[in-house]
């Protein structure tokens, strides 16, 4: 990265008086940039409202959202991974004079205002610390020719208090801005549009010298005669220190003398005339899109269509968000973890659920649909409201139609006429569309009555009244009794056939005994 020639005039001016930062070396340099002609003039695009707003939406945005260290698990779920050193170094305090917030919103400010944020990597394992260094003092050279080590890499620079560091790739954090032309540094927002945030710091300029006038517009001083240029330019001072109120100190605020014979005509120049607002607002979005910043979030509020706040929030965070955070994750696993941790699944994760967080009402009725969905156990979903667990609530639970389908009904059955068995109900169809085939196990045998309601109600969806249409009653499947000899007429024997006689006899002697009856 080539050093611009006003910054290089600054470390001079720095290393001469070695006193950086000091009221002495500031007011030197300033001048010695003014005799030169070099003034740097970057620093006042932070004055530019819609500039600084859209650094500051995304520093917070950044910086609000918690950083972990998650392993996955070997039944393919994450947890925390609490007892590695780095999960509170980026969690908690990067290093000892800032907190996580602190660090993460000052590397996206500059990662956005400069184009480049830069990090050391200080130490390792339970000692390791981060420390943000300033992006105008540090150079990014990629040593294809192995001049300054032994093998090709990207070699950052740092240039403070007139001694240079050399550190390699593996020991700077490196974020870029969205843009690059070579894939290694970042060209910042400001330096892109450049000239569209000149125009509203113009913009800006001008009204705080309309400001400073009291909105006295431009004039013209018509008068018959001759002045010379002396005359000519004491005249004009007297008169403009009448119009911008010079001389309130001394009861003159409202009135402009005017000499006899002269005549002085305003030039009036409206702002509604030039349609300043609208071109100010349109540059002002434009600058804002740049960043990915909605229109909402700079106080633009003409144009808003979302219909919640939430979904503001999630078109923002995958609009804009999602490259950031990507980008942060992937540069922090690689950098901060071995080749075994990250095999081992150890990865970096933003927690994006803190800017997505719905109502209170929104979050309850969706972590209950998650716990009666074996998603969460109670104790999780108590814990994402920060809540303490409760005992017993470490068990997923779920309500009777999510289980196994070769289980249906088996919770409706009486243990006292036996249980479903697992090889029983394979053996059945369950389609809803082939109702009829319950109804031939049940007639079978395979289930009773009642299992079958069971096994409609839960895998069809039907409720218990419609199941029982379906089915009728259940005497129909009752087993209809048949007389023996009809069961094997083949077999018949003599001794069969006289006791079917004797009983054919008495039979009708019987009925002859009822006729006698009836007849008396």
């Known amino acids: 990265m080539r050093e611009t020639l006003p910054s290089r005039v600054k470390r001079a001016v720095g290393i001469v008086f070695n006193k950086h930062g000091g009221t002495r070396t500031t007011l030197e340099m300033n001048q010695l940039l003014d005799f030169l002609g070099l003034s740097d003039t970057k620093e006042d695009n932070l004055s530019e409202a819609t500039y600084y707003a859209c650094l500051k939406v995304l520093s917070e945005s950044i910086g609000k959202l918690p950083l972990k260290l998650l392993q996955y698990t070997e039944r393919n779920g994450v947890e925390n991974a609490r007892d590695n050193p780095l999960y509170h170094v980026l969690h908690d305090r990067p290093n000892p004079y800032m907190t996580a917030s602190t660090f993460w919103s000052t590397m996206e400010f500059f990662r956005n205002h400069k184009g480049n944020a830069y990090a050391w990597i200080q130490g390792a394992g339970n000692k390791i610390q981060l420390w943000i260094l300033d992006p105008d003092d540090v150079e990014v050279w990629y040593d294809d020719a192995c001049k300054l080590a032994d093998a090709p890499d990207v070699y950052y620079l740092y240039n403070k208090g007139g001694k240079i560091y050399k550190f390699g790739s593996e020991e700077i954090i490196h974020l870029k801005a969205h843009h690059t ?195 969460y156990t109670p104790n999780e979903a108590r814990a994402l409201l920060d809540l303490e667990a409760k005992e017993g609530g470490d068990e997923l639970l779920g309500n009777g139609a999510s289980i196994p389908v070769r289980y249906a009904g088996s919770q409706y059955v009486d243990n006292t006429e036996g249980e479903v068995s697992a090889v029983e109900t394979e053996t059945i169809e369950t389609d809803p569309a082939e109702i009829i085939s319950i109804i031939e196990a049940i007639r079978s045998g395979k289930l009773t009555y009642e299992q079958g309601i069971a096994l409609i109600t839960v895998t069809i969806g039907y409720d218990d009244a419609t199941a029982r249409q379906l089915l009728g009653n259940p005497e129909d499947y009752e087993p209809a009794e048949v007389p023996e000899q009809l069961e094997n007429p083949e077999e018949e024997t003599p001794d069969d056939n006289e006791e079917s006689t004797e009983e054919d006899t008495t039979t009708e002697e019987e009925s002859d005994e009822d006729t006698e009856s009836d007849n008396s």
Do not use: W
């Open 181 to 375: 032309v070579n894939g290694i540094t970042g060209i910042s927002v400001q330096d892109q549009l450049k000239t569209t945030i000149g125009g509203n710091l113009k913009a800006q300029k001008m009204v705080n010298k309309m400001y400073e006038s009291g909105f006295t517009a431009k004039a013209v001083l018509n008068y018959t005669g001759s002045l010379s240029d002396a005359n000519v330019a004491t005249l004009v001072k007297n008169i403009e220190s009448y119009a911008k109120g010079e001389l309130k100190d001394k009861g003159v605020e409202n009135v402009i003398p005017v000499p006899l014979g002269f005549k002085l005509d305003p030039l009036n120049v409206k702002l509604g005339d030039n349609q300043f607002i609208e071109v100010k607002q349109y540059t002002a979005l434009q600058i804002a899109s740049a960043f990915g910043i909605k229109p909402y979030q700079i106080g633009d509020y003409t144009k808003s269509s979302y219909a919640s706040a939430e979904a503001q929030q999630l078109s923002f965070y995958v609009d804009t968000l999602l490259y950031i955070i990507k980008q942060y994750e992937e540069e922090l696993t690689y950098k901060l973890l071995s080749a075994e941790e990250i095999d081992n699944g150890l990865h970096f994760k933003f927690n994006v659920a803190v800017i997505l967080r719905a109502d209170l009402k929104t979050q309850i009725d969706s972590l209950s649909t998650a716990v009666n969905s074996f998603i």
